[in-house]
């Protein structure tokens, strides 16, 4: 499993097709933890299931962490998940590249 995260718009997703050709990429996971969030999913199971599951899935993701704390207790909750779900996909990948301006930087 490899995971690609940045801030919106950082280049994540071409980076990931760039080295990753051929493969196909899970992109906008953030999206996807709204999605499960709204079937009452625990996002943390979904992302350890798509670990066993999917060991050589390629995902994608903005980082949603940052900035200004959402007032909307939602959208904290959100925030929180994707947090969270995220450090479990990390934990199983091979590696983990943060982009900022359409630079990979390798931190696993």
């Given at each position: 499993m490899k995971l690609y995260i940045g801030g919106a718009y950082q280049g994540q997703q071409e980076?990931?097709?760039l080295e990753n050709e051929?493969?196909?990429i899970m992109s906008a996971f953030h999206e996807k933890v709204r999605e499960i969030l709204a079937q009452e999913t625990?996002?943390?199971e979904f992302a350890l299931q798509l670990c066993i599951t999917s060991p050589d899935a390629v995902i994608v993701s903005d980082e949603i962490g940052s900035g200004i704390v959402p007032?909307?207790?939602e959208e904290r909750a959100w925030r929180e998940a994707v947090g969270r779900?995220?450090?479990i996909i990390a934990q199983h990948?091979?590696?983990v590249?943060?982009?900022v301006c359409?630079?990979?930087v390798r931190i696993k």
């Amino acid at each position: 499993m490899k995971l690609y995260i940045g801030g919106a718009y950082q280049g994540q997703q071409e980076l990931a097709e760039l080295e990753n050709e051929g493969a196909i990429i899970m992109s906008a996971f953030h999206e996807k933890v709204r999605e499960i969030l709204a079937q009452e999913t625990d996002p943390r199971e979904f992302a350890l299931q798509l670990c066993i599951t999917s060991p050589d899935a390629v995902i994608v993701s903005d980082e949603i962490g940052s900035g200004i704390v959402p007032i909307s207790a939602e959208e904290r909750a959100w925030r929180e998940a994707v947090g969270r779900a995220l450090c479990i996909i990390a934990q199983h990948s091979q590696s983990v590249t943060r982009v900022v301006c359409g630079i990979g930087v390798r931190i696993k």
